[in-house]
């Protein structure tokens, strides 16, 4: 993943479509490293994601341009290549795996960020009712090896409609997004066992994003 990572710094300080077209040809190589990294993970993960074995590497990954026409930054290019794993029939609402790879800020990620309000509510039935499944999956040493809590981003400050504020998962129940995710270091990347390091985290991560599935189906 060096030239990647060369490339996408090298794009942070020269964010502009005149540098991109002339560096053309370093973003297809860097490009298609990634692209080969997401088809290798794919295939090492058909033993215990079979859903997945469909799903063609070009597809998961993200456009590196940006959409400015809401945004005060209006550099064109994101700095950053991401991938999003998940059933291609369900695609960014249904539970799924994530590569974020940049310089000093790469990670791996897994969950359901930010469901439509029905999936939502589901989620948080299922959490009142079957909260000890949740909390022996969180509990899992393998888990806890990779992972420390979910993301809290805009997470509720009161407790949502229908559930006590004493509920014993409150702070759960309070969740918009069922996130987790593990910085991983810029030596790490380039290591011939990074796609071994993908492999363990999304393991560690299935268990959650069946949790998940069973919630919304």
């Known amino acids: ?3 990647a990572l060369t490339f996408l710094n090298q794009l942070k300080d020269n964010n502009t479509r005149e540098w991109f077209q002339e560096h053309k040809y370093e973003y297809e190589q860097s490009r298609s490293v990634f692209i080969q990294l997401v088809k290798e ?3 090492a993960m058909a033993p215990f994601e079979p859903e997945l074995s469909e799903l063609d590497a070009k597809s998961c990954v993200f456009r590196i341009y940006r959409d400015v026409r809401f945004s005060k930054d209006k550099s064109p290019y994101k700095t950053h290549y991401g991938a999003w794993i998940a059933n291609a029939n ?6 799924g ?3 974020h790879i940049q ?3 790469s990670f791996l990620a897994g969950g359901l960020w930010m469901p439509p309000a029905e999936q939502l509510k589901k989620i948080r039935q299922e959490i009142d009712y ?3 499944k949740l909390h022996e999956i969180v509990n899992n040493t393998t888990f806890q090896n990779f992972f420390k809590d979910f993301s809290e981003e805009e997470k509720l400050k009161t ?4 559930y006590p504020s004493d509920h014993p998962d409150i702070e759960w129940l309070k969740l918009k997004s069922f996130t987790v995710s593990c910085r991983i270091k810029d030596a790490e990347l380039s290591k011939k066992t990074f796609k071994d390091t993908c492999i363990e985290v999304f393991q ?3 268990p959650l994003n069946d949790f998940l599935k069973t919630s919304i189906e």
């Open 1 to 3: 993943m060096q030239t």
């Open 41 to 43: 993970i794919l295939a």
């Open 90 to 95: 369900k695609s960014l609402v249904w539970p």
């Open 97 to 99: 795996y994530y590569i």
């Open 103 to 105: 310089p000093g800020e």
């Open 130 to 132: 079957n909260g000890h």
């Open 159 to 162: 407790a949502p409609k229908g």
């Open 204 to 206: 560690a991560i299935k």
